[in-house]
Nanobody, 121 residues
Framework: QVQLVESGGGSVQAGGSLRLSCTASGSIFASNVIGWYRQAPGNQRELVASINSGGSSTNYADSVKGRFTISRANAKNTVHLQMNSLTPEDTAVYYC??????????????WGQGTQVTVSS
């Protein structure tokens, strides 16, 4: 069983920063990708950023490139999302997601409970 625990959401003014953290525990395969997704009211859930298990490959949505940075501390199975220069358009519920792979085959998809990020103008 896999559990994802998120922290770090909150309210901030435009131009400010927040740091989200996600810690994974349980049956986590060595090959995995952890990502942050977000969903604003009335919108579909979208990928914000992701990072592979070795930390060598990252992926960002165009809307956050240059402002957000994803990193991971594998010893703690923890992923951080540093969010700078926040705008009201970044307001959403942010979800941590873990995708696991075994021998190159996708085997698991897990979600955290979500954490609210609110950016005021």
């Amino acid at each position: 069983q896999v559990q994802l625990v998120e922290s770090g959401g909150g309210s901030v003014q435009a131009g400010g920063s927040l740091r989200l953290s996600c810690t994974a525990s349980g049956s986590i395969f060595a090959s995995n990708v952890i990502g942050w997704y977000r969903q604003a009211p009335g919108n579909q859930r979208e990928l914000v950023a992701s990072i592979n298990s070795g930390g060598s490959s990252t992926n960002y949505a165009d809307s956050v490139k240059g402002r957000f940075t994803i990193s991971r501390a594998n010893a703690k199975n923890t992923v951080h999302l540093q969010m700078n220069s926040l705008t009201p358009e970044d307001t959403a519920v942010y979800y941590c997601n873990l995708k696991t792979y075994q021998s190159g085959t996708f085997v698991g998809d897990y979600w955290g409970q979500g954490t609210q990020v609110t950016v005021s103008s």
